[in-house]
């Protein structure tokens, strides 16, 4: 009898482990619309974050890289719930993602920008640790950073790191009337704009997103790089948790495709007299130092 509860109680931690490990990951959407499907997950080195990225790696090595996006959320959440569909779409096209906060675990309550460069600098590190299944598998020259609302002001906040090749400002933009904060925002001065030194690109949800008047005062004070407004008039939600992300993630991947991978077809859908971009339904545009 003895020898019965005891191995009842070893198979239930066994079976407890098990459905641990397997609420580390998950499919969503059956892994995107993209041509290498996706899987979020949780790795034991950085379980303050969530990973989107191709479930297979084998396609990928030191001539085919996937380029790193580390991404910060919205109202400072520690977790990219409200992301996921629009993020992991973004991965299924070939790109590492390393979103702040965990999806399958606790976490703090607020995020802090200072978990985008955490991501980034264990990205790189994976990518250089040979005991690493991300080892040489990762485009170390090709980062992006991005981010919705506070998590748009957590990417300018940590704009000028030089590791950076462009950033994405979403439903965000530095405040020019700083009542309309919300308590533990990050409140860089229009000033840091100045910091910037990539390309960078602004998605807004149009006059009625909250953020649009912030995000547009930011564009016409950029004039050192290239930066590109995208508006579609649906409002500060944005379209992350549509279905694949809706149209926020077509042109997401459409930019990060051009300026992580040096893809001349996606960067039609913003260069050009008529950018692409411009003939889609519902969207506006305005761009400096962009062809």
């Known amino acids: 009898m003895k020898k019965i509860k005891l191995f009842a109680a070893v198979a239930a931690v066994a ?39 191709p479930a297979d790696l084998k396609p990928f090595d030191k001539k085919n890289p996937l380029p790193i996006l580390v991404w910060g959320n919205g109202a400072c959440a520690n977790n990219p719930r409200e992301h996921i569909n629009f993020l992991n779409e973004i991965a299924s096209h070939g790109f590492m993602v390393v979103a702040i906060g965990p999806s399958f675990s606790q976490g703090a309550n607020r995020s802090e920008s200072s978990q985008l460069i955490d991501a980034l600098d264990w990205a790189l590190a994976q990518n250089a640790d040979k005991n690493s299944p991300y080892y040489k598998k990762l485009d170390a020259e090709n980062v992006a950073a991005a981010g919705m609302s506070c998590g748009g002001l957590q990417t300018l906040d940590v704009a000028k790191d030089e590791r950076l090749k462009t950033i994405m400002v979403c439903n965000s933009g530095l405040f020019t009337n700083a009542a309309g904060a919300v308590p533990g925002m990050p409140m860089p001065e229009k000033e840091r704009l100045m910091e910037i030194h990539t390309p ?23 004039d050192h790089v290239p930066v590109f407004a995208a508006n579609l008039p649906v409002g500060h939600g944005g379209t992350y948790g549509q279905p694949l992300g809706g149209e926020y993630s077509i042109v997401a991947t459409a930019w990060l495709s051009w300026q992580l991978k040096g893809d001349d077809e996606a960067g039609t859908m913003f260069t050009g007299t008529e950018c692409g971009l411009s003939k889609r339904e519902g969207w506006t545009v305005d761009k400096k130092n962009i062809p």
Do not use: C, W
């Open 15 to 53: 079976l407890s482990l098990n459905v641990s490990a397997q609420e580390k990951s998950k499919v969503i959407e059956n892994g995107g619309s993209g041509e290498y499907k996706a899987i979020m997950m949780e790795e034991a080195s950085l379980p303050t974050h969530t990973i989107f990225r």
């Open 200 to 222: 960078v690109l602004y998605m807004l949800g149009g006059p009625t997103d909250i953020a649009y008047e912030n995000g547009m005062d930011d564009f016409k004070r950029i």
